[in-house]
DNA sequence: GGGAACATACCGACCGGTCGGTACGGCGTC
DNA sequence: GACGCCGTACCGACCGGTCGGTATGTTCCC
C-alpha cells in the first residue's frame, strides 16, 4: 500500500475521531443517554471493539467528546477575522455577528454539545459535567480580554465586570439554543443575540441607541 | 379500616399527582431519558401497574409532567405580589427579584423541568416537544402584558417588542440553569438576572445607570 | 356487583460492556 | 530484503442486567 497517495480512504487509525465526530452529531440530536454505543460506532462506521478499545466507558467518550468539542469550535472563533477590529467593542459585536452566521443548518447542527450533555449529566457524572464546565467557561475566558479592554476604554456601571459580562454571553447563547429546541425556530437565537447586542451597546456606546427612536433597523420578526 | 379519619394518608386516588411530583423532581436531577419508569414508581411509591393505568406510556408521562409543571409554577406566578406595582418597569423588576428568591435550593430544586426536557426530546418526540413549548412560551405570555404596558408608558428602542423581552427574559433564565448545573453554582444565576435587570432599566429608565459611577451597588461577587 | 384504582409477576428487546481473536505496520536481525 | 516478532488497532459474537410495557389478579368505593 502506498504510503501518503490521496484516494485510499486510509480507514485504519481513524476510529477515534471519527467516533468523536459521530458523539458530536448524535449527542446533540438524540441527547447522551439516548444516545447508544451501537449508534456511535454503526454513525461512525466502526465496530463496538473499536470503541471499547479507545475508550474504556460510554462516560469517558462522553468527556472525550466534550474536549474535542472544545478544541474544534475554540480554532473556529480563534481562528475568525473579527479579531481584526482596533475597537474592543466592534470586536465583541463581531462575535455576536459570527455566531448569528453560525445559525446556519438544522437545529442539531448549530447548538452547542456541551450545553446538551451537561443538563444530563451535570448530576450523575462528574467527570462529564467538569468536562462541559471547562468548555463554557473556557469559553468565555477567550471572550473575557475584549470584555476587559471595552470596560477600561469605555467604561462601565459598577459591578459590571468583564468575566461577568463573558459569561453573561454564554448564558444568553444557551439559553437561546434551550429555546430553539423547544419552539423549532431559530427566530429566537437571532432575537435574543440582538438583544444581547443591544444591551453590550448600551453599556459601552450608550448614545448610539435611541428610545422611541425611528431608525429602521428591525430584522426581527414579530 | 376508618373512612375518612384525619391521619390515614388517604394513599388510594392520588398516585396520578404523586406520580407527576416525582417525574418533576426525578427529571429535574437526571433527565428524562435516565429516569426510569421503577424509579419514579419507587419515588413516588406506587407501583408499576398504578404507572401504567394513569399513563398510556413514559413519553405520555412526560407531556403530562410538563403541563403539571405549568400548572404549579403558573400557579406560583400569578399569585405573586410583585403584580401590585403600579409602574410595569417595577412588575417586571419584582418579576426578577422573584426568580432570584426562587434560586433557593439545591440545582435541581431551582432549574426547569422543561428546559430539561426539550433538550433530550426535541428531536426524539414531537409531543414531548411541544408539551415544553407551550410551558415556556406560555410563561413568556404570561410576562408580555408588563412588557407591552412599559413600552407604551416609558418607549423603547426601534424593533424592541413585548413578546421578543418577554422571551428574552427566559432565554436569560434556561441560560442560567445551564451554566449552573455546568459550574454546580447559583451564583451564575443570579449574574445574569442582574445583567438583565440593567439591560431592562436601561431600556426603560436609562438615566438610573451611570456608566463609570461609583454607586455601591454590588452584590455580584468575583 | 361492577368498574375504577391499584398490585404482582412477567416478557422480550435492548444496552453497556467483555473477550477471544484477527489484521496490520514497524523494526530488529541475519 | 525477507523474515520473524510484537504492539497497536480493530473485529464481532456474546453476556448479564435493565428497561418499557403487558397480562392478570386484587381491593376499594359507589
Redo the contacts between chains.
Keep these: 500500500m502506498t504510503t501518503a497517495s490521496a484516494p485510499a480512504p486510509a480507514r485504519r487509525g481513524r476510529a477515534r475521531l471519527r467516533l468523536l465526530d459521530a458523539a458530536v452529531d448524535l449527542i446533540r440530536?438524540?441527547?447522551?443517554?439516548?444516545t447508544t454505543v451501537d449508534d456511535l460506532c454503526s454513525e461512525a462506521g466502526v465496530t463496538k471493539g473499536a470503541f471499547f478499545h479507545h475508550f474504556e466507558t460510554k462516560e469517558a467518550l462522553a468527556v472525550a467528546a466534550a474536549q474535542h468539542w472544545h478544541e474544534t469550535t475554540g480554532e473556529l472563533f480563534a481562528n475568525a477575522d473579527y479579531h481584526a477590529h482596533a475597537d474592543p467593542l466592534d470586536r465583541i459585536l463581531g462575535y455576536l455577528d459570527l455566531r448569528v452566521v453560525l445559525t446556519e443548518g438544522t437545529?442539531?447542527e448549530y447548538t452547542c454539545l456541551?450545553?446538551?450533555m451537561?443538563?444530563?449529566?451535570?448530576?450523575?457524572s462528574p467527570a462529564v459535567?467538569a468536562a462541559?464546565?471547562a468548555t463554557?467557561?473556557g469559553h468565555a475566558t477567550f471572550l473575557e480580554p475584549e470584555f476587559r479592554e471595552a470596560i477600561s476604554r469605555?467604561?462601565?456601571?459598577?459591578?459590571?465586570?468583564a468575566?461577568?459580562?463573558a459569561?453573561?454571553t454564554?448564558?444568553?447563547?444557551?439559553?437561546?439554543f434551550?429555546?430553539a429546541?423547544?419552539?423549532?425556530d431559530v427566530a429566537?437565537v437571532l432575537?435574543?443575540i440582538?438583544?444581547l447586542r443591544?444591551?453590550v451597546e448600551?453599556?459601552f456606546r450608550?448614545a448610539a441607541?435611541?428610545?422611541?427612536?425611528?431608525?429602521?433597523?428591525?430584522?426581527?420578526k414579530?
Tied chains: 1, 2.
Design positions: 440530536a438524540r441527547g447522551l443517554h439516548a437545529t442539531e456541551v450545553g446538551t451537561v443538563q444530563e449529566a451535570y448530576a450523575s459535567r462541559c464546565e463554557i467557561f469605555h467604561g462601565a456601571p459598577a459591578g459590571v465586570t468575566r461577568s459580562l459569561i453573561h454564554q448564558t444568553v447563547l444557551q439559553g437561546a434551550v429555546l429546541k423547544a419552539s423549532g429566537v432575537d435574543s440582538e438583544h443591544r444591551y448600551q453599556l450608550p441607541i435611541t428610545t422611541t427612536a425611528t431608525t429602521t433597523t428591525a430584522t426581527t414579530e
